[in-house]
């Protein structure tokens, strides 16, 4: 498995939209884009079933990492939209963005414990659990 792939199905598996379902036979993770909650698929292998895509809440291009708590599942239709610009929502800026999608991803936060998907994802977890309490 790719480390991108890896890194998308740790972002599926650790937001609780996401369901592990089985689909013409596969294992799969079903749930929803961080933006526009529309349904996506993540195979368990972490490719990419139709539209989901890797989304960096804050955007690699202004010093985002691959830190799980820094990543999302977005269609690609709005992960496109977005890109590296940050005003298609009225002109908000970047800061206000990320922390919109911060507080929506602490929202739907999972730990991968609660699914058995922590051993598989301990290369890229690095440990983390977010603490609610830390600003």
Not at 31 to 60: F, M, Q, Y
Not at 75 to 95: F, I, P
Request: glycine share 8%; with cysteine.
């Amino acid at each position: 498995m790719s480390r991108r792939h890896l890194l998308l199905l740790a972002a599926a598996v650790t937001d609780a939209t996401f369901e592990r379902q089985t689909l013409d036979g596969k294992r799969v993770w079903i749930g929803k884009c961080i933006h526009c909650n529309s349904k996506l698929v993540v195979a368990d292998d972490g490719r990419s079933l139709g539209e989901a895509t890797l989304e960096h809440v804050w955007p690699e291009t202004q010093g985002g990492t691959n830190d799980v708590m820094n990543l999302a599942v977005a269609c690609a239709r709005c992960n496109r939209e977005k890109g590296t610009r940050h005003d298609h929502r009225g002109g908000q800026r970047l800061e206000q963005i990320v922390a919109l999608l911060q507080a929506r991803r602490l929202e739907r936060w999972r730990d991968p414990r609660d699914v058995g998907m922590d051993a598989r994802l301990a290369s890229v977890m690095g440990g983390q659990t977010p603490d609610p309490d830390a600003e």
